[in-house]
């Protein structure tokens, strides 16, 4: 049995209820649930400085094989040296729903070789260290809580019926 990977591009569709300035919609293929705000309102706004991340995903045959990556990057000067940094992502519950949300907290220092560079340092993406696979669930959206400067893309693991000799 064999992975495949299938990278997320997040669409600007047209939506029936008004997003606030800092959610960012994710939908990965033809989705089952209608984001309107009576759907979304149990999940508190975002405070301030962070972004809303709302996942939405398509119905498969068999959920249970399947899982999630969220991934998450941000921006940072960097040169020859290595860096990387660390975010650590809990779970909360929606009072009086049972639903999870997530929060991913930042404020870890970033790591970093420190060599002598002869180069200017430059914009790059960082991405944080792997958070684990989720459970895969189109009957719910995944409801992520990142600080505004981090970018979030999410990755749908599955296996295929294909076998690799």
């Not at 990977?5 to 997003?19: E, P």
């Not at 999870?100 to 560079?117: E, G, N, Q, V």
Request: with cysteine; charged share 25%; proline share 5%.
């Amino acid at each position: 049995m064999t992975i495949k990977s299938i990278a997320l591009v997040a669409s600007s569709s047209i939506f029936s209820f008004s997003a606030s300035a800092s959610d960012v919609i994710h939908e990965i293929g033809e989705s089952p649930l209608k984001l309107e705000q009576k759907n979304i309102q149990m999940y508190k706004e975002a405070p301030s400085g962070f972004m809303r991340h709302i996942v939405t995903l398509s119905p498969l045959v068999n959920e249970y094989d399947a899982k999630i990556e969220l991934m998450f990057k941000k921006p940072t000067m960097a040169d020859c040296n290595v860096k990387g940094w660390f975010g650590e992502l809990t779970e909360e519950t929606v009072k009086g729903w049972g639903y999870r949300t997530y929060t991913l907290d930042d404020k870890l220092p970033m790591a970093s070789t420190m060599m002598f560079c002869n180069e200017e340092p430059e914009l790059k993406m960082l991405y944080s260290q792997t958070q684990g696979l989720m459970r895969y669930n189109s009957r719910l959206p995944i409801v992520v809580y990142t600080p505004s400067e981090v970018e979030m893309d999410v990755r749908v693991w599955q296996p295929t019926s294909t076998k690799e000799q």
